[in-house]
């Protein structure tokens, strides 16, 4: 992501680097998504998962380990286009400001570029999401499972309202994205700049840096995304028609029954999963961009 953008580049190396994030950081958005859509407890009555690591261990326990790995096919499939989408939209973003190929950027412009990104992103991202949240929602296994995997999920959302029901969520999801991307790209591409010195390119870092600058970006970008994605959970597994107004509804719903602190539900599996599963996607991004930039030199 130097000053030379290429687009193209983008689109194959984000997509690479999606993947690895992806394999990295799958087992705590399924416990991220589990907190966020547990029901609500009786009076007196014992929270369905107290915190982070009961929600693991009750998982592992019913369903095996690889019951946190539940989902993971939809964001893999959705999440390799996704990925490079969002990276070929933060090209096209810096492309765009630049007045001049190889042009310096400002951090207020490539906050932009990451904006754009978002943007980029949410067509593809919201039916992976709402499959995925899905998925991850559901307890049962084998037989008692009420869906067989996200084909199968997936049919049966398209009949019960067409793309609709497969693009629920998707104000929300916007919500997210926007303002949450152009702090993931502001973030890493400061940390970078910050941590370069002045006879080395912030693209020659070692590893420790690329992946401490990505880790961090990854938390600043879940900060920021953390109450509209509580929300867009919610709305995604809800029954069709609970939720008239949509993300308006389950705020009004949210607050009245749990607070403001309901708002953060499954903010520590988030911090926890941020970290390495975009410290290995800035990896996989960066050491794919040198492969294609070996393979296919700029001009």
């Known amino acids: 992501m130097g000053d030379n953008v290429n687009p193209i580049k983008n689109l194959f190396a984000g997509g690479f680097g999606g993947m690895c994030c992806v394999a990295t950081g799958q087992p705590l958005d399924t416990i991220k998504v589990r907190l966020q859509t547990m029901p609500v407890p009786l009076n007196g009555a014992a929270p369905l998962y107290r915190g982070t690591f009961d ?130 790209f502001l973030g890493y591409e400061g940390l970078l700049k910050l941590m370069s010195s002045k006879d080395r390119s912030e693209r020659d870092l070692s590893i420790p840096k690329i992946l401490t600058a990505g880790g961090l970006a990854g938390m600043m970008n879940w900060f920021i995304a953390i109450v509209p994605d509580v929300l867009k959970s919610r709305l995604q597994i809800a029954p069709e028609g609970k939720y008239p107004n949509g993300i308006r509804s389950v705020f009004k719903e949210l607050m009245a029954n749990e607070g403001i602190f309901a708002l953060y539900k499954g903010i520590v599996p988030v911090m926890l999963r941020a970290f390495p599963a975009n410290a290995a996607c800035f990896l996989g991004f960066e050491f794919a961009m040198k492969g294609l930039n070996k393979v296919f030199p700029e001009s």
Request: net charge positive.
């Open 55 to 184: 929600c693991a261990k009750k998982t592992i326990a019913k369903e095996g380990f690889f019951g946190l790995y539940k989902g993971m096919a939809a964001p893999l499939i959705g999440v390799t286009p996704m990925f490079a989408v969002c990276f070929f939209g933060f090209g096209m973003g810096k492309r765009l400001q630049q007045k001049y190929p190889g042009e310096q950027l400002t951090l207020t412009q490539i906050g932009l570029a990451g904006g754009l990104a978002g943007v980029f992103t949410t067509g593809i991202m919201c039916p992976g999401e709402r499959i995925k949240c899905v998925l991850q929602a559901q307890t049962g296994t084998g037989a008692t499972a009420q869906y067989k995997g996200p084909v199968d999920l997936a049919g049966k959302l398209w009949k019960e309202g067409g793309i609709r029901s497969l693009y629920r969520g998707v104000c929300a999801t916007f919500l997210r994205d926007i303002p949450a991307s152009g702090a993931y």
